[in-house]
């Protein structure tokens, strides 16, 4: 299994980004998805997730109304677009693979290798 994030980078604050998620290795329509986040010394923290076909979704409330996750299960990809940032979004942001829609990372069974998001004020 294989979970592939991309499109991190450094923004200024009230800016956007769209980080992607590329799936492999597993049915990826079997799998509630999910995006954390993790600044260094920190634990890592649930920021949103999304059910096998997408139709529940729930968001940390300090993202809710600016963040908005999304999948293409025809493309095996996962997506979290991100408007409106704020220098506390700094983090590496991480995609994970769930049975259904989770919240803590114990529940999660496969996880990326994470993308940076840096956000300067």
């Known amino acids: 299994v294989q979970l592939q994030a991309s499109g991190g980078g450094l923004v200024q604050a009230g800016g956007s980004l769209r980080l992607s998620c590329a799936a492999s290795g597993l049915t990826f329509s079997d799998h509630g998805m999910g995006w954390f986040r993790q600044i260094p010394g920190r634990e890592r923290v649930f920021v949103a997730g999304?059910?096998?076909?997408?139709?529940?979704?729930d968001y940390a409330d300090s993202v809710q109304g600016r963040f908005t996750i999304s999948r293409d299960n025809a493309k095996n990809t996962l997506y979290l677009q991100m408007n409106s940032l704020k220098p506390e979004d700094t983090a590496v942001y991480f995609c994970?693979?769930?049975?259904?829609?989770?919240?803590?990372?114990?529940?999660?069974?496969?996880w990326g290798q994470g993308t940076l998001v840096t956000v300067s004020s």
């Open positions: 999304i059910s096998r076909a997408g139709g529940s979704v």
């Open positions: 994970a693979a769930a049975n259904g829609l989770a919240y803590t990372p114990e529940t999660y069974d496969y």
